[in-house]
Structures are given as structure tokens and as C-alpha cells.
């Protein structure tokens, strides 16, 4: 009676699809429910700020701004369509989807019957003696298909499959932050490299001017009006604007080589007119919205939510270890001693064999394996946590800093308009005798320093922004109104028709 009891228990469980992995909760987010406000956080530019020169997200949040509205440097455009063609990392995170889509298929595949067929034949010599009518030499062929599955009563298979349809799902998320996050490392790249190529405008410059003040200094020494204190620290100046213009000439190179590197390939030849490092005008109004936000607009996020999805799946995997595994085998064909006997009446052969196989003793096995399970998922919840920690601190990073930059660099252009009528003044009174070489020497380099800092102030701003529309999750999709692709739909941006996503995998 028990047994029957058991049996009917266990098809009851079958039928439901029932498993026993632990029912799913998300962890409560171990952030605050809003954003930091006040203080720097306070003077977010709008539409009306005078760097967005007009340019606004229209309350759009970052996903739906496409990159191409984000960016207004068409040689930017061009340069970013041609990373997400041709960058091998990211070419590597596509492999990796591939990868683990076909790994949940291969895992998914266990819950169905295998069927083959098979084909045989075997000679058999038996000596005279053991022989029965002095037959010694015995054949014997067999066509038939052979069957075997496991009947999943517990959940294993199934449980397996979920860990990695988790996983596969996990690495596409990832595939998808990788490539969002080329977008940003792309953009932040091609501003250095102008941010680059103001500091060589500014150290040209400057080089000029020091060599044209050194030039009179040196004709004021000749003539024994001036001093060789002077001509000295004039030269000194000539000397550092020299060393200064190979240092940032060989920092331009070596940023356009990690450009390149980024891209995959060489920049074109011929590219569209790009824009200066103070007119990029890139959007900087994109709202912030809620820290709740960030569970669906990061991707790295998801990716860690579904490797706590998969460490969960596999307790119930490790859990179903401890019950008994049922399997079916059978095999139906013909049999015959001659090659033209099969397929004859009376021909016909079959057997079925089930099999239980029930755990005694496995040295502990089962039970360590399902502690390994419970340990992978706690370390699962923190990664997911951790992923959301980091979201919001890096969010928070970039509004305090997007809240501080306009004002910063006002102040800037300012203080490089004063220290520039500062060298004028300096320069005159020099040169009427007023005051001596050393106060043009700290004029110039006072105007050289903040010229510096405020190519830095900009490129910092445009940096933050572009790194602030990826930490909002934005930069997965060309243009604003795209439909956005499923994680795992890779796109050619190179190609004149619209993107094509692939189709999702069958999760039954």
C-alpha cells in the first residue's frame, strides 16, 4: 500500500513539473530610495543652462536616448558605429552568448528521451563439444531503435536546465553591459584625444611666446641693457614649453592608438567633420530618476540577479540528489541468424528495463554538494547587492559631479581671462623697465597652468557626462525610438539595413 502511495506521489509531482528548488525573493535593495539632494547635487543643468546650447533629453530617461542623440560630433558617430562592428572584446562577449545558449540546449536536452537506431551483427564460434548439432559457428543480426529517459519525478534535470537558461540569460546581460559600455569607454577616449589636441594648441602657444620673449631678452642682453638673469630664466621658459610639446605630442599618439584599439580597426581616412572639445554638446539634462530604476535599466545589474537565479536553481538540483532517480530503457527490432531472415515474421525482438537507482551511501557527497549550493547562492545575493552599491555610487558620483562642472569651469574661463590680461600687464611693465623678468615668468606660467586646468575641467565634464548616460543604462540602442534588441540579439551597425535581432531561446 505504501508503495503504491509513493508511486502515485511521485506522478503527481511529474505531471505538476514540480522541483525543489527554493521559492525565489528578490533581495531588498540595500541602497536609499532616492538619490542624494542638496548641496552639489542641487544645480543640475536643464535645457535652459548655457552649455546645452539648446540640446535637451525632453525628460527621456538614458535607455531611450539613442547614442546618435546623445552625441553631436558626427566623427564621433562614425567612430562608435565602427567599435560595435569591429571591437574583438566585445565580438568575444557575443561568442560567450553563443557559448552559453548552447550549453542550456545540451542541458535542456535531458529532460527528453533519447532514441537511436542501431544495426548488428556478431559471429560467434563455440567449440564441438559444447555445441549443439555440431553447429560451432553461429551468426546473428539485429535491426531495432533503442530507447532511454529519466523520469525527472524530482526536479533535477529541471532544475539543471533552469541554472542554465540562469546563466545563459547572465552572460547575455553582461554581453549587453560590455556593450554599452564600449559606447562610453569609445566616446571618453575620442575627448581625450581632443582634449589633447588643446593642450598642444595651448603649449604651441605658449612655446611662441616664450621664444618671442626670449628673442628680445636676448637682443636686450646683447646690447647690455638687459641681464643674463634674464636671458636665463626666458631661455628656462623656451626649454619647458619645448619639453611640454613632446610630452602632449606623444601623449596624442599614444590616445589615438587606444582609440584605434578600441575600434578594431584604423580611423577612416576620411572622416566627418568633427567638433572641438568645448562644442561637443553633448546632452546633459538626462533625468536621474530613482535608485529602483537601476534594477532594469542595468544590465550588469540583471546579470547579477540571474547568477543568483541560477545559484538558486541549483539547490534544487543538489536537493533532488538525496531522492531516487528513475530510468526507462527499452529497445525494439528483429533478430535473425541470416542477414535474409530480419524483417521476417516471427522475426520480431524487444525488451524493456526500468531502473531505480536510490542513494545509500555516498560518502557525504550529496550533503557537502547541497552546502556548496547554499554558500554559492549567499555569495550570489552579495555580488547582486555589491552590483547595486556600485550602481548607486556611481550614479551619486556622476550627478554631484554634473551638479559642480558648469560653474567650475565659468570660474575657469575667468580666471584664464585674468591671468591672460595679468601677462599683458606684465609683459609692459617689463618692458618699460617697472619690473623685472621674474614677474612675466610667473605671469606666464600662472596663464600656461590655467589654460591646463581648464582643458581638464572640460574634458572631466564631457567625461562625466557620457560615463553618467552609461551608469543610467543608456547607449544600447542607435537612436531614439529603436525598439530596443534583446540582450543576446547582436547588431551590425555597419550594415544599411535596420538592425535584426535574434530570436530569443525556447525556454519550455
Known amino acids: 500500500m505504501l508503495k503504491h502511495s509513493l508511486i502515485a506521489a511521485a506522478v503527481a509531482m511529474l ?7 527554493p521559492k525565489y525573493e528578490r533581495p531588498a535593495e540595500p541602497t ?8 552639489v547635487y542641487a544645480h543640475q543643468p536643464d535645457a535652459s543652462s548655457t552649455a546645452s546650447n539648446g540640446r535637451s533629453a525632453n525628460g527621456q530617461n538614458a535607455p531611450e536616448i539613442g547614442w546618435r542623440d546623445f552625441f553631436a560630433d558626427a566623427r564621433l558617430q562614425q567612430i562608435v558605429g565602427l567599435a560595435l562592428k569591429n571591437n574583438r572584446d566585445l565580438r568575444v562577449s557575443v561568442l560567450n552568448v553563443e557559448a552559453a545558449h548552447a550549453q542550456y540546449q545540451i542541458t535542456r536536452a535531458g529532460l527528453f528521451p533519447t532514441l537511436d537506431a542501431q544495426a548488428s551483427q556478431s559471429k560467434q564460434r563455440t567449440p564441438k563439444n559444447l555445441s549443439f548439432f555440431d553447429r560451432t559457428i553461429s551468426n546473428q543480426y539485429s535491426v531495432g531503435l533503442n530507447a532511454s529517459w529519466e523520469i525527472d519525478f524530482f526536479g533535477r534535470i529541471r532544475s539543471l536546465k533552469d541554472q542554465a537558461l540562469a546563466q545563459y540569460l547572465s552572460t547575455a546581460e553582461s554581453r549587453k553591459a560590455a556593450e554599452i559600455a564600449l559606447v562610453s569607454s569609445v566616446a571618453d577616449q575620442y575627448l581625450t584625444m581632443l582634449a589633447y589636441d588643446d593642450a598642444l594648441v595651448v603649449t604651441e602657444n605658449t612655446l611662441k611666446t616664450a621664444q618671442e620673449s626670449y628673442r628680445i631678452t636676448k637682443l636686450q642682453y646683447d646690447n647690455g641693457t638687459g641681464t643674463e638673469l634674464d636671458l636665463r ?3 628656462g621658459v623656451v626649454e619647458e614649453a619645448q619639453a611640454n610639446l613632446q610630452t602632449q605630442s606623444r601623449l596624442r599618439a599614444q590616445a589615438e592608438n587606444a582609440l584605434v584599439q578600441l575600434v578594431g580597426e584604423p580611423l577612416p581616412a576620411d572622416p566627418p567633420k568633427g567638433m572641438s572639445l568645448d562644442a561637443q554638446n553633448l546632452l546633459s539634462d538626462i533625468p536621474a530618476g530613482l535608485p529602483s530604476d537601476l534594477l532594469t535599466r ?13 545559484a538558486n536553481a541549483n539547490i534544487g538540483a543538489a536537493r533532488a540528489a538525496f ?27 524487444w525488451s524493456f528495463a526500468p531502473q531505480i537507482t536510490v542513494p545509500i551511501f555516498e560518502g557525504g557527497q550529496n550533503k557537502a554538494n547541497l552546502d556548496l549550493a547554499s554558500v554559492q547562492k549567499r555569495i550570489e545575493i552579495a555580488n547582486y547587492e555589491k552590483a547595486i ?3 548607486f555610487c556611481e550614479v551619486a558620483d556622476g550627478l554631484a559631479a554634473r551638479g559642480t562642472y558648469d560653474e567650475q569651469i565659468k570660474s575657469l574661463e575667468r580666471f584664464v581671462n585674468s591671468q591672460s ?9 617689463y618692458r618699460n623697465g617697472v619690473d623685472s623678468y621674474l614677474s612675466v615668468l610667473t605671469a606666464q606660467t600662472v596663464l600656461y597652468e590655467a ?20 551608469f543610467l543604462g543608456g547607449g544600447w540602442i542607435e537612436r531614439s525610438g529603436d525598439t530596443p534588441r534583446p540582450a543576446d540579439a547582436p547588431v551590425d551597425y555597419g550594415a544599411a539595413s535596420a538592425p535584426s535581432a535574434a530570436s530569443a531561446p525556447a525556454v519550455g
Not at 298 to 310: F, G, K, V
Not at 325 to 344: A, I
Not at 421 to 429: F, G, K, M, P
Open 233 to 235: 630664466q626666458s631661455e
Open 15 to 21: 505531471a505538476a513539473g514540480c522541483t525543489l528548488q
Open 323 to 349: 531522492f531516487p532517480r528513475v530510468s526507462l530503457t527499452g529497445s525494439f527490432g528483429t533478430l535473425s541468424p541470416t542477414l535474409g531472415g530480419l524483417f521476417k515474421p516471427g522475426s520480431a525482438a
Open 32 to 39: 536609499a530610495q532616492t538619490f542624494p539632494e542638496g548641496g
Open 298 to 310: 542595468r544590465p550588469d545589474i540583471a546579470a547579477a540577479e540571474q547568477s543568483l537565479l541560477a
Open 451 to 470: 589654460q591646463q586646468l581648464l582643458i581638464t575641467a572640460r574634458l572631466n565634464r564631457l567625461t562625466n557626462l557620457v560615463d553618467l548616460y552609461q
Open 421 to 429: 590680461r595679468r601677462l599683458e600687464l606684465s609683459d609692459l611693465r
Open 389 to 391: 552599491q556600485n550602481a
